[in-house]
């Protein structure tokens, strides 16, 4: 449990978020409410406080800013499988699971780019929810992960030499918690194809929240990164306590079906999807939040080493 002070300085951390609403290819992302708001109501009732440690969140990526940045510069993503240790994880997935019985996702869906039009398409067996200061009562550890993860990230890539050039900003974010069931996957895809001054997104931050997996469960997420001038695929485990980021503009992911839960009657080869009201321990929730940049100009910037790979890559 949190001492009163430590939870103020969260407190004081999330009072500098804004209101951000960004229209990214034709879907409004909107931050419904502050967490200011939610967390001044929560100090002057004394209600949950969040479990999960802020302090020792913010000290985890401290330590490793230089890294991150030297990884992020040099070949497009970072990777740690111990951001948090799984009891923590399993608290932030049970609020997950909380914020879905709530009736907080709905079922989700992409847009790619074929040719010149967005099409768009189902993602079936994949639920989302755009977390905002609302869930705060439903999700303490939820909304305080995010909030310190965006006062945290953007100031420390700007202090570092590789990575400065970015100007991530800490003022403005969009955030999304998705469950994968029974099969689903994800199609190749760049979180932000276009960077058509709408969309800002630079930086994108996945945290798995899955305490239970094993190797064989599937649902990897594989990038596609560069290796010389070869597109190499990088596969990397939902294993809980996972954080990923990658550039939001640059690298293409898709996510490799998870294992199946059951099977369709009619045939025995395909998953039978989850419904959003069923839950399964094999269910691959995923937490991101997506870091925007203060200067578009760095979006899709054709001098990038990653430029080419939109161009490599097969996509769908
Ligand atoms: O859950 C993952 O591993 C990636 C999800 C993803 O690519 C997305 O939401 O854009
Ligand atoms: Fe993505």
Redesign the pocket.
């Known amino acids: 449990m949190l001492s009163r002070t430590t939870t103020s300085t969260a407190a004081a951390l999330i009072h500098g978020l804004e209101r951000y609403s960004v229209s990214t290819l034709g879907r409004q992302l909107t931050l419904r409410s502050t967490y200011a708001s939610v967390l001044s109501r929560h100090f002057s009732s004394h209600t949950d406080v969040p479990t999960i440690d802020l302090a020792q969140l913010q000290a985890t990526i401290f330590s490793q800013t230089a890294q991150i940045s030297r990884d992020l510069s040099s070949r497009g993503y970072f990777t740690t499988v111990s951001l948090l240790p799984l009891d923590e994880v399993t608290t932030l997935r049970s609020q997950a699971i909380s914020l879905r019985k709530e009736g907080r996702y709905v079922p989700s869906f992409s847009e790619k780019l074929v040719g010149d039009t967005i099409q768009r398409f189902d993602k079936e067996g994949v639920y989302a929810c755009e977390p905002d200061g609302g869930d705060y009562y439903t999700a303490p550890d939820l909304i305080s992960y995010i909030a310190t993860i965006l006062q945290t990230l953007p100031p420390a890539l700007n202090d570092e030499e590789e990575t400065r050039d970015n100007e991530l900003s800490n003022a403005a974010f969009n955030a999304k918690l998705a469950v994968t069931t029974g099969g689903s996957r ?1 199609p190749c ?1 760049i ?1 932000n194809p276009v960077g058509n001054g709408l969309d800002v997104r630079k930086l ?1 931050a996945i945290l798995y929240l899955n305490p239970a997996w094993k190797e064989g469960d599937g649902g990897e997420i594989r990038l596609f990164v560069k290796d010389e001038e070869e597109v190499k695929p990088v596969d990397l485990s939902p294993v809980g306590g996972r954080l990923l980021l990658f550039w939001s503009d640059e690298i293409p ?1 898709e996510v490799l079906p998870t294992a199946c839960s059951g099977h369709s009657s009619e045939n025995d080869d395909v998953c039978e999807k989850s419904a959003l009201d069923v839950y399964s321990e094999s269910d691959r929730y995923a937490l991101t939040v997506w870091i925007p940049t203060d200067n578009r100009g760095v979006l899709h910037d054709e001098r990038s080493k990653f430029a080419s790979l939109k161009d490599l890559v097969h996509f769908g």
């Open positions: 994800y895809h979180d994108t992911h």
